[in-house]
């Protein structure tokens, strides 16, 4: 049994990479519940966010992987929801940082900008790293209350 189901989704850009991420995720022993696309045909990756994000906050899953061209649109759409921090990755470093610091739940990818290897190893990062706490939850916290 997989010790978690990681939510993914992706427009079309990100296609081609959700799918070598779902791979990965299922290579590493992880449930995944793929929100979509199914193709590299253009669809609109507002959509896609918010499906990942509504997953994340009904609690269908606790974590997320969102994939466009840069990770910047998926993650505005998906960080319209108070109950996500998204966060646009780019290395190693700003994944796991952003886990330990942050408390992240959505790693945002840009498929244009980052090679499969490196968007595999974000991933790994980002799932093997725990939130730190301490001096960081007082500002995860002032995030939600944020609005």
Known sequence: MSPETIGIAADHAGFEL???????????????????????QSVDYPDFGKALAD?????????????CGTGIGISIAANRNPKIRAAVCHDVTSARLTRLHNDANVLALGARLVGPETASDCLKAFLDTE????????????????G
């Open 18 to 40: 959700k799918e070598l991420l779902k791979a990965r995720l299922s290579d590493w022993g992880y449930g995944v519940l793929d929100l979509g696309t199914d193709s590299t």
């Open 55 to 67: 997953a994340i906050g009904s609690g269908r899953v606790r974590r997320g992987v969102a994939v």
């Open 131 to 146: 939130f730190e706490g301490g001096r960081h939850a007082r500002r995860v916290d002032k995030l939600s209350a944020v």
